[in-house]
């Protein structure tokens, strides 16, 4: 029968353990990690970036899945934290089976290994590696196919927090390509967590998964019925691939009617924040002149990703090691 | 032998009985329930109080992993016999799927020798189940299939799916179809709704079930044919049988015994023993199962036994849990190669080395242990292993082992 | 039991610290919490016009393999540039010497001060390591069950308590 119960990223303190997805993470583990995230952020600023604490500590990042950019920001977090980088380009075209991840996984650990950082294609593969590694080892999920992607929507939350501080009055809008999208679902189980009244999915109805209200959002179809009065706007990256299958026409037509643009802007409210996870595809999801306008907090989004991911290094390592 | 079989409650659908009675056997035949026959006296008394006495359950579908290692079919067999299954009904998608008579002539031999449970094979629908061209499905029907399959999906092409119709009406063969259209089924693995959205899995839709089935239905319409549909799995599904057959067309329906119990909740934390095909659904679709099931809309529950696939390509490693339990195993599965350990619970290494080579000696037997001591190396050559391998070395070794002996 | 006094013990404390800073431009970093809140008192006391220097010294702790991170961590806060200055680092209770140790590490991240004193309310002995004050307000001597906790009250007055731990 299914497990019920404990979810695999807690031990049984209800200490982070992994961090596996922002579902099921209790909030008070939530909030701790972005206060623990504003202690990092100054650090940039000192002579010395770095602090001891993980020092002696090993972290692997396993990339199954190329991307430079979150295996560059987990390497930067770690050794600020002073631990031991090791990468690791696993890249395989289709799902790794089984038998071969555990063995990469069996492998790494014999070679003294503290963490795992993860990014795989299949949805679900951070929780096999989870199930099978030693009790001391901690596993970090930095994407795992459609399903999450834990630190992009912890930094996405601190971001919100940072220009916006209380969640519960807040309207969100999360625009793009949500079906594919494993920041869209980790940020929907943020929001939600963090008692966002109204959160809110806009896409054509291809590009929107079934099962959205059960999550606690709210359908749009059209990009002025989803921005209206927002306090906040994620635009989502939308992929070339979508465009050749049956999903969507043509790029041109998706900026038609789901671009922002500075007129489109205008309909959220004026302090709004627009927010998108990069890289961007300007003048396909994104008008140039959003991206770099005023409301635009893309550029410290990476920044706060670098201080979000050292509080979840930091916090894992933290708990303790009787599983 | 004359045989008392007391206080149990019989099920038998055919006479309509369901309550405690006592049945009397007389050689093999069963000649009284309720009252002994005058005259009786039991040789035997079986006290069945608190047990079912039913006859044998028959298994609409339940893959018996032939033709595969020698074997494998006497312990499905006989797996399906200790559960109450005295029939089996498997599917063709063998390899090489069943679509001559041949191999259904030497599949039935085969299921005489188990001696297990007996066996009712469905003969492929096309040939080498391409869903492109008819198999012989007449002359398989002589030498013994029960009926014709097209597993996985409905064939791509809906003429084919005509003609196939047309054809097994002709000599009023029954067609089992899987009521999945599978360019709408995709690649998902988990039903479409809140869990395969929250899990970021992809997903199979309910129309994937209910357009097969319209498909289906309209053929039958215009073709007559007698339709089993295997595995249903959803409500809407559930709803469309029940016009049909009441509209009359001649269509029956099973659903796995998964899907009765089981719901997509269940997969939890990706589980991947849950991954199934059809996909476990919602709470609200396996409560119109269970309401099919007693309205008589669904005509069936099975088993759909399916060995998993992954353990067939490598070469197959038995977990003993003794010497004794080793050599039964051995006997049952006939593999081509043991690795066998010193330190076993109950009989030692060396001991079941010796047994199994005098029993098979086409077996190689590869001990392997932590000891590296040379008069245990000798003893292990003495009592007939192949070689005798030191844990350190072992993955390696393995790797030129197997690649020997394949 | 000792009893104490925290608020006579601060004003001899805070004299021997005027004693100690006078005529040098000296700069205060306070450990958190107990420390910033001498520390801030120090600076009006003594009329010092630069910020409190705020030191968490959490990430430099060397117990965090067995005690895992603090529930509450805070940033640290060094508004003026380290190098070459001359530091008071103040600190409520010295008793191991091992909270003075992570903080010297943690500020010579920020740069490298010309010199560093140190100044505690409490001195309770029971060094671990070679660290030595050069302002104390008052030597206890308690036992090791027994901990020496400084807390503050809504008017910002000082108090000392001393608590049994348990098993």
Known sequence: MAEVGRHPQLNRNGELHHLLSIEELPRAILERILTTADSFINLAEREVKSVPLLRGRSVFNLFFENSTRTRTTFEIAARRLSADVFNLDITRSSTAKGESLLDTINNLTAMQADMFVVRHASSGAPYLIARHVAPHVHVINAGDGRHAHPTQGLLDMYTIRHYKRDFTQLTVAIVGDILHSRVARSAIHGLTTLGVPEVRAVGPLTLLPGGLEQLGVRVCTRLEDGIRGADVIIMLRLQNERMKGALLPSAQEYFRNYGLTPEKLQLARTDAIVMHPGPMNRGVEIDSHVADGTQSVILPQVTFGIAVRMAVLALVSSSQRMQ | MKLAIRNGRVVDPASKVDGRADVFVDDGRIVAIGTAPHGFSAERTLDATGLIVAPGLVDLCARMREPGADGALKVESHAALAGGITGVVCPPDTDPPLDEPGLVRMLRQRSREAAGARLYPLGALTAGLGGEALAEIETLAEVGCVAFAQTGSLPHDNSVLLQAMRYARTFDLPLWLRPVEDTLAGRGVAAAGAVAARLGLASVPDVAETVALHTVFELQRATGARIHLCRLSSSNGVELVRRAKREGLPVTCDVGIHHVHLIDVDIGYFDSNFRLDPPLRTSRDRDAIRTGLADGTIDAICSDHTPVDEDMKQVPFGEAESGEQAIEFVNESKPNLVLMDINLPGMNGLECTRILKSQHPEVAVFVITSNNAENYRAAAIEAGASEYIPKSQIRKELVRILSRHS | ?167
Request: glycine letters at 10%; aromatic letters at 6%; charged letters at 30%.
């Open chain 3, 1 to 167: 039991m000792i009893d104490l006094d925290a608020e006579a013990i601060y004003r001899r404390f805070a004299a021997r610290v005027r004693e100690r800073t006078a005529g040098r431009d000296v700069r205060l970093v306070g450990v958190r919490t107990g420390g910033v809140w001498l520390a801030e008192r120090l600076r009006d006391a003594l009329g010092i016009r630069h910020p409190v220097g705020v030191l968490d010294i959490s990430f430099y702790r060397d117990d965090f393999d067995r005690q895992g991170l603090s529930p509450t961590v805070k940033p640290s806060q060094i508004d003026f540039d380290v190098d070459g200055k001359n530091l008071l680092l103040v600190d409520d209770v010295l008793y191991t010497g091992r909270t003075v140790r992570a903080a010297m590490n943690e500020l010579f991240d920020y740069g490298r001060p010309a010199r560093i004193d140190l100044a505690v309310l409490i001195d309770r002995g029971g060094r671990e390591l070679p660290v030595e004050a050069s302002v104390v307000g008052a030597t206890v001597e308690v036992p090791r069950e027994v901990s020496v906790v400084l807390s503050r009250d809504e008017t910002g007055g000082l108090h000392l308590t001393l608590e049994q731990h348990g098993g």
